[in-house]
């Protein structure tokens, strides 16, 4: 069993850096992507404060389709440019979002989330899905968030 040793209270460089080790050591020697994805949701969302749902969105087919995640039964399809997932995909780029209710087209899974971010898993030029943090907190994710996730997607990336 892997134990959670990460203090959520400490700033957020010192947090994602201890998250990125963490994710690391959990993923090492593992291969099988959907063991990663759930075991790294998991790690988020037990990690991380102010969150009430993390997952992986899928792309199959040209949609993305639900994986691994922690919160309340979500959405299962999302076409590619439509809500903020599908943006993030569609743009290959990380998507912030101060106010989920304020961004045209966004995709209410769960009406508790009010803030959200997203992070594209490529590998190379390919797109593999998404990352997907959302908060009930308004303007819960920011730059430090961003840079802290994209290095976790990194890690699990590098475990595919």
Known sequence: MHELNIDSQQPKPALYADVVAQTRALLEGERDAIANFANTTSLLYHSLPDLNWVGFYLLKDGELVVGPFQGKPACVRIPLGKGVCGTAAARRATVIVKNVHEFD?????????????????????????????DSPKFERFDAEDQAGLEKVVAEVIRAL
């Open 105 to 133: 087209g966004h995709i209410a899974c769960d009406s508790a989330s009010n803030s959200e971010i997203v992070v594209p898993l490529l590998r190379g030029n390919e797109l593999l899905g998404v990352l997907d943090l």
